[in-house]
């Protein structure tokens, strides 16, 4: 995981590889951003959508991917990710909820393990059309031989783009059946493929021939879901307002740290003092280098809820940041006091205690981090700085481990190799600090030799 230098660490920033499902391209590079009450709204509005799904909520993460455009996709396993792009261009929390339960349709179905399924026949019929060319060229018949690997080329997009379609349609009605069980209205499903077609229009997509697409022309989804929708009792039943609010702040809050401040401040202009507007412009100010002001939007909204864990966290984060520990320490007690259970938030004041560099206060972080990771393991930065407070305690071994774990999540196999080793040499066998630091060098291990096959 990667902090975004100089700017807002409430938001963390992780470069993973994605291998995005139904699409014929390689692995990827995207940024995650991570954000407690963000994490904590996904939850919120997908949860009756999951029990819908026959799924397990517990089992199912949302992650929000650094990302302009507007998509979503699933991968690996029961892992949603949606781009930030896509709660932007969100209206309102029922249309991003239409969104999740069509995602959690390709989970139910298990398209994510299914996608050789569309692949192994594309790929039967590319090999066969590679060699019935050799043979032509062999014949003597180069453009004869050109010919047949081109039909075979189409032929084999062909049939993997009318299996991808399939599934899509599949997964548009089985997000449908979602929406009913949960008793939330498809209006904003409409609403959000109608957003598409007008981009479709825009972006001159030719709107007669849906073949060639991975997808089914959001025309033509409109046409299949409608029906459905209009029939149900939940149609005309509007978003909840509890959830619509959270919407509102979280959009708020994303568009502050995404955008341009330029463009924030046009979005949500002075005098305007609703959650979302006082959110963004906090972010906007932190961003371009004005704590005062940073201070103030805060200040605001933290009089809107003294009790609020996220407006009392993004407080403590700015005057973190803007050098006064001191004064962030009792702020961020009271966030994790209203939060318990919020390991981003316990880390960030485990972080502030950390750089105070006072003993007592050293040792009131440790356990708050060793909360924080019992919470969540997969945060880099936490272990960051538990390997500090290990480090200057003098305790190598552990250290090493907390560097190990760091650099495993971040994928730097290397890393966590060296550090592993380090770990392992210094620990008591059979302990599970020990048995800890072996399970890293061995993933990190099959990690440096697949590297090397590669470049083999």
Known sequence: MVEKAGIMRRFRLACVAILLLAEPRAVIAQSILRDAETEAFFRDISRDLVLAAGLEPRNVQFVLVGDPSINAFVTGGQNVFIHSGLITAADNVNELQGVIAHELGHIAAGHNVRFGEGAGPASK??????????????????EAGMA???LGTAAAQGKFLAFTRDQESRTDQAGAVYLSKAGISGKGSIAFFRKLQGMEFRLAIPQNNEYARTHPLSGTRVNNLVAVYEKDPAWNTPPDKALQAKFERIKGKLIGFVEEPPRVMQKYPEGINTAAALYARAYAWHRSGYPQQAMA?????VALQ???????ELEGQILLESGKVDE????LRRAVERAPLEPMIITLLGHALVTSEDAKLQAEAEPLLRKAVSLD?????????????????????????????RFSLEGNA???????RVARAGLPAGTPDFIRADD???????ALEQRKRKKR
């Open 125 to 142: 019929i590319s090999l066969l059309s590679l060699v019935g060319a050799a043979l032509a060229v062999a014949a003597g018949a180069g």
């Open 148 to 150: 047949i690997l081109g």
């Open 297 to 301: 939007e805060a200040a605001k909204l």
């Open 306 to 312: 003294p009790a609020d864990p996220y407006y009392l």
């Open 328 to 331: 962030s320490l009792p702020v």
């Open 377 to 405: 393991r997969e945060n880099p930065f936490t272990w960051y700085q538990l390997g500090v407070i290990y480090d200057r305690r003098g305790d190598k071994s552990r250290a090493a481990l907390a560097a190990a774990e």
């Open 414 to 420: 290397m890393g966590a190799m060296m550090n592993a």
């Open 440 to 446: 890293i060098m061995l993933v990190a291990g099959d």
